[in-house]
């Protein structure tokens, strides 16, 4: 069948057709896009043929056993998601009781931030709003967050201040990052030298899909090549694994200060590795929904406590 590229009539679309193309999209399989919107499979097939005839393109195209989005269809993706967005909004009512609400949110962080948020958010959270359901999205950093995983989140939190097209930011506290050792680690305070932090074993955190330690990076840049002993994925695991041993772990001041029961020593590296900013970020469709505003406002205020609370030496 020929497709011939022509101006659309917005009279021969209705929601319904557009509803159904942005499952089409997301799922490249109409078995699958009908679930998704609880069509019949016959149904969605009707609803692509007449998708096919209204824009002129056949939008999905087979190769092989799959089937695949055209370049026009993947042109579509993003601003029929967006325009969907503002639709739903229309018919959004704007009253939220947090007594009342059965509301879910999702958020994404990484384990360093789920360690100092998410216990107040829980505590203030089930206070204010006991029906409320918080759930994190295993963190993925910024190339996780195509559209269709734009649209299921509430609120990311990260230290990455440009990296989520589509968010509004607000900067949520400041940190720095320090050396974690065991109380009476034998070299101590004398990490502080480089030689003998040169001299120590490390442990590293590498969060999966990364390449390295952050840190790494940036000592590398400042000529100074660390001994990795261990590799972690979490910070956590770190402080856990330092805690026991004689390693070394390069982690966040107030991440060391939260977890007192470790029984870590805070030492200064020899090298200034500077300010770190933390910065809560929802998506512009959110900006003026009273759900995501009261959420927000709680976090915000956690993040002023830790603003508040010492860092660590």
Request: some cysteine.
């Amino acid at each position: 069948m020929m497709y011939v590229m022509h101006r659309t009539n917005l009279a021969a679309l209705d929601l319904n057709l557009l509803v159904a193309l942005d499952a089409l999209l997301g799922e490249a399989h109409v078995g699958r896009a009908a679930l998704r919107v609880g069509l019949s499979q016959p149904a969605m097939s009707h609803a692509l043929a007449r998708l096919r005839e209204v824009l002129g393109d056949p939008l999905l195209v087979r190769v092989g056993v799959r089937m695949e989005p055209t370049p026009r269809a993947q042109a579509l993706r993003a601003p029929l998601a967006a325009a969907l967005d503002q639709v739903r909004g229309l018919f959004t009512t704007e009253a939220f009781d947090p007594a009342t609400t059965a509301r879910r949110f999702q958020m994404m962080m990484p384990d360093l931030l789920v360690d100092l948020i998410l216990a107040p958010l829980a505590a203030r959270v089930g206070v204010e709003a006991p029906g409320v359901r918080i759930d994190v999205a295993p963190w993925r950093g910024p190339d996780v967050m195509t559209p269709e995983f734009a649209r299921g989140i509430d609120v990311v939190v990260a230290c990455l201040p440009d990296a989520f097209a589509g968010f509004h930011r607000q900067l949520l506290y400041t940190d720095s990052d320090a050396l974690a050792v065991r109380r009476g680690h034998p070299a101590g305070a004398k990490l502080k030298r480089l030689s003998t932090f040169l001299a120590a074993r490390h442990i590293a955190v590498v969060p999966r899909g990364s390449r390295e330690d952050m840190i790494d990076t940036w000592l590398r840049g400042e000529g100074i090549e660390r001994r990795i002993a261990v590799a972690t994925p979490t910070y956590i695991e770190a402080l856990h694994v330092a805690a026991r041993t004689d390693l070394v772990a390069f982690a966040p001041r107030r991440l060391i200060a939260a977890n007192a029961g470790l029984k870590l020593e805070t030492i200064a590296p020899p090298r200034d590795p500077g300010v770190d900013e933390q910065y809560l970020f929802y998506p512009t469709r959110a900006q003026v929904d009273p759900g995501s505003i009261w959420l927000r406002r709680i976090i915000l205020a956690i993040g002023k406590d830790i603003a508040r609370a010492k860092r660590g030496a």
